[in-house]
């Protein structure tokens, strides 16, 4: 069983700044393109970040860069998204993902691209 769970949500400030980890088991995942989405209530998933195969690229949705920094560390399974200047429309659950390994990604900012999803963690930021 292939499993992603996110963890480092939780209730900031706004100009303040998060962690987020993502724990991948039942395989690895360092052959594998991976990223995070978020969504909040009543609103799409929406792309934020992605990391390529053993994290020599890094790509970013304009609404986060300069601010958000995706990271892996392969040796842990773990995936990693650092949140600085966090505002107050960066409040949503984050959605850790990855593809299949050796699998390269057509339009990597599109959630079906990928394959397998966590539960996500919720990040509130407050003004």
């Known amino acids: 069983q292939v499993q992603l769970v996110e963890s480092g949500g939780g209730l900031v400030q706004a100009g303040g700044s998060l962690r987020l980890s993502c724990a991948a088991s039942?395989?690895?995942?360092?052959?594998?393109?991976m990223g995070w989405f978020r969504q909040a209530p009543g609103k799409e998933r929406e792309f934020v970040a992605a990391?390529?195969?053993?994290?020599?690229?890094?790509y970013y949705a304009d609404s986060v860069k300069g601010r958000f920094t995706i990271s892996r560390d392969n040796a842990k399974n773990t995936l990693y998204l650092q949140m600085n200047s966090l505002k107050p429309e960066d409040t949503a659950v984050y959605i850790c993902a990855a593809k299949k390994p050796f699998e390269m990604v057509v339009a990597r900012t599109k959630s079906n691209e990928y394959d397998y999803w966590g539960q996500g963690t919720q990040v509130t930021v407050s003004a």
């Open positions: 990391i390529s195969w053993i994290g020599h690229s890094t």
């Open positions: 039942g395989r690895t995942f360092s052959n594998s393109a």
